[in-house]
């Protein structure tokens, strides 16, 4: 049986993360949502249609995935947003060929024998047609990046014991760290944690993967992962719902984030309930608000929709996509969206929604010259020992001329 897992038309609710990443990419829990449903179907062979607009970018860095191509055998397509349980998996499993899964207007999966073709999101649904519908209300989708927030700890309980309560885990931690309820901890090959570093697994599990060094007095609360490489700074505060991707370095205090990967907030400083995506970097004393003064519900800016929406939250941070950077001291608001490629700095709240490629302080914001852009972004890179390549150009200046 061959697997394709697809975007569908929806994955624009989750900009600006997904202007860069398939939703599939996305980070919950300890998983990608991709890696979670292969995890599930017992998936080893990558197989996913994303937009036309991420094609390229795809195919060069994944040279052994099916990037827009399909098969002519019978194949199962999911759908990235899928929230995966046992429950859905059996859903799935038992379609037959020509059925389509759809609960009210999304499709969640069809089985079918298409013809050998190349394909994109944009016109996925011409092949879905004409195919007999069975109606599933009980199975749900992730629909706002906020929801991948709010959900998080939950996730990660649930990666924990689908993926590593299993595994053999016997580690020896260094004179002067305290592991608190061990047999909900997990810590990967190549870890360091120093002394006075306190591991706390009482309300949930704390993975720590590969290769992680945890510096001196660094506090961890779970439901807590951190990614493979990064480093928690000495005397962090990584509370309980926090999700840190890989090659990140993470400092101050954090609660119920996720960061995508390959970023850094080093330093002293607030940040709650919000997703970063990768190549960002928090400036020195860099807070946010996560929950307004009235108790409220926080609105936040919608893509699809050009203005703000209602998220239901009440604690809801900063959405910040990939390289964009703050100045030391920098203030941002409750519910704030930050696009690609930002530079923000000043004494001026940073608020509401700032498109991508802008740069300055929160009261004055001007157009960030692409070129300076790209120069920045290769210098970020080298750093960790990569380059900055022709298709992600070609991504971000495509991005860049819909906002310009």
């Known amino acids: 049986m061959n697997f394709v897992i697809f975007d569908d038309e929806k994955w624009n609710n989750f900009f600006p993360i997904t202007l860069t990443r398939s939703t599939g990419d996305l980070r919950v829990g300890i998983l990608k949502l991709r890696q979670r449903i292969s ?22 860095r994944h040279k052994d995935w099916k990037v827009n191509e399909i098969k ?20 799935i499993m038992s379609l037959l060929v020509d059925e389509c899964l759809v609960s ?25 047609s004409n195919l007999k519908k069975k109606n599933n209300a009980k199975i749900t989708c992730w629909n706002f990046i906020w929801e991948l927030i709010s959900e998080n700890a939950e996730y990660i309980k649930r990666d924990f014991n689908d ?48 290769n992680v060094k945890i510096m001196p007095n660094a506090v961890i609360i779970g439901p807590a ?28 205090e954090v609660e119920e984030t996720i960061f995508q990967g390959y970023t850094n907030k080093q330093h002293d400083g607030f940040l709650g309930h919000s997703y970063l995506g990768e190549w960002i970097n928090l400036g020195a004393d860099t807070n946010n608000s996560d929950l307004k003064n009235n108790y409220g519900s926080v ?21 910040i996509a990939d390289h964009s950077k703050t100045g030391i001291n920098s203030t941002i608001n409750t519910g704030t969206t930050v696009g690609i490629g930002c530079s923000l700095f000043g004494a001026d709240l940073i608020k509401n929604y700032v498109p991508s490629f802008n740069i300055g302080t929160g009261a004055k ?3 960030y010259d692409f070129d300076d852009f790209v120069e920045t972004a290769k ?7 990569l380059s900055f390549s022709k298709s992600e150009k070609e991504l971000y200046s495509n991005t860049y001329k819909q906002v310009f």
């Open 365 to 367: 914001i001007y157009e």
């Open 379 to 385: 210098l970020v890179k080298k750093r960790r020992g």
């Open 225 to 252: 992962y951190i990614g493979k490489g990064s480093t928690i700074k000495v005397g962090a505060k990584i509370y309980e719902g926090t999700s840190i991707g890989p090659v990140c370095k993470i400092g101050g």
């Open 104 to 128: 009210d207007d999304t499709i969640l999966a069809v089985k079918c024998t298409p013809k050998k073709q190349n394909i994109t999101s944009e016109n996925l649904n011409d092949l879905f």
């Open 39 to 60: 995890s599930y179907l017992d998936v080893s062979e990558t197989n996913i249609i994303v937009s036309s607009y991420l094609e390229s970018i795809y195919k060069e």
């Open 299 to 319: 609105s936040i800016y919608s893509y699809p929709q050009k203005k703000k929406v209602d998220s239901n939250c009440n604690f809801l941070g900063a959405i």
């Open 163 to 210: 993926v590593f309560y299993e595994k053999d885990n016997y580690f020896e931690t260094e004179l002067g760290t305290t592991v608190i309820n061990p047999y909900n901890v997990w810590i990967g090959d190549g870890a360091i944690m120093k002394p006075g570093v306190v591991i706390d697994a009482t309300d949930g599990p704390v993975i720590i993967d590969e």
């Open 72 to 91: 002519a055998e019978e194949t199962i397509f999911i759908n990235s947003r899928v929230k995966i349980d046992a429950s859905s998996k059996k859903a």
